[in-house]
């Protein structure tokens, strides 16, 4: 993983949202309660940060994830250009609800697009049973109805610190997420998508295998291609592949196949 650049901000920048690599920044962001940005007051660039010159994938279920970054989408757009899920920022700790949450959720489905919810997990600010609810709470409990896909767990290094793990043993972090994920699964009665760097995962919980026989993996490279994505090793392979953080819209991502993509919005 690219080390992830911390830029000082003034009073007035520091209004903007800090970005991970589910968050994006093609555009600034409405002021916001955020944790981690009020804690550190810094703005972080995304990990692995690529623009793709090569052509779109073929053969993969083509989607975006968004933020309160792209805070004005043409969802009829997006949908015209073959996509066919979309993935939007609900929430991240316990003190941040994107602002254009609703709009994009909204806005997909109304589109046509499949829609999903994704929480940024901040290990160092509350436990993680606290956090699957306030994600829960703020959106993140869709059910499987045929277009609803199963909510995600970012977690991925720490933007507002030098501790990419936030400060926790493998053990910690372990338990860190088994506690957001199980809380998760036994409210929604659905397992959640875990969306990581396969570098964090090996350094931050000790390549653990704890999840990958119920939990999906969205796995962030920006540099593999279609035929050779690197994933950990407790999974076999990957089920969402964000290719690049600088897409038309938003992130670019892909679901491995249209069997793959099936069982996913039944999970």
């Keep these: 993983m690219r080390k992830t650049t911390l830029v000082p ?6 209004a903007s949202l800090a970005c991970g690599v589910l968050t994006g920044c093609s555009s600034p962001a409405p002021r916001q309660a955020d944790a981690r940005q009020d804690a550190a007051g810094t703005a972080a660039q995304p990990q692995d940060s690529t623009v793709r010159t090569a052509s779109r994938p073929k053969g993969l279920i083509p989607g975006i994830d968004v933020s309160a970054y792209q ?6 757009s997006v949908k015209a250009r073959g996509n066919k899920f979309a993935y939007i920022k609900a929430t991240e700790g316990v003190r941040y609800v994107s602002s254009t949450f609703a ?19 901040t290990p160092n600010t509350a436990n993680g049973k606290r956090q699957a609810d306030y994600f829960i709470a703020h959106g993140g ?31 910690k ?21 875990i969306n990581t760097f396969k570098d964090w995962w090996i350094d931050c919980t000790g390549n653990s295998k704890a999840f990958s026989a119920k939990d ?5 490279d920006h540099k593999a291609t279609a035929h050779k994505i690197p994933v950990p090793s407790a999974w076999s392979s990957y089920t969402i592949w964000q290719w690049t953080d600088k897409g ?18 039944t999970a």
């Design 71 to 76: 805070a004005k989408i043409n969802w009829a």
């Design 9 to 14: 901000l003034s009073a007035a920048v520091a």
């Design 173 to 193: 972090m372990v338990t860190w997420i088994g506690a957001f994920l199980n809380e998760y699964h036994a409210r929604t009665g659905r397992y959640a998508v």
């Design 141 to 171: 409990g869709g059910k499987a109805d045929g277009h609803t896909l199963p909510g995600v767990l970012d977690i991925e290094k720490n933007p507002y610190g030098k501790n990419k793990c936030y400060g926790l043993s493998h053990a």
């Design 216 to 220: 999906r993996l969205w796995v962030n």
């Design 248 to 265: 038309v819209y938003g992130d670019e991502d892909y679901v491995k196949s249209a069997t793959v993509y099936r069982k996913l919005l």
């Design 103 to 121: 709009s994009q959720y909204a806005g997909a489905r109304k589109a046509g697009l499949a829609h999903g919810a994704y929480h940024f997990a």
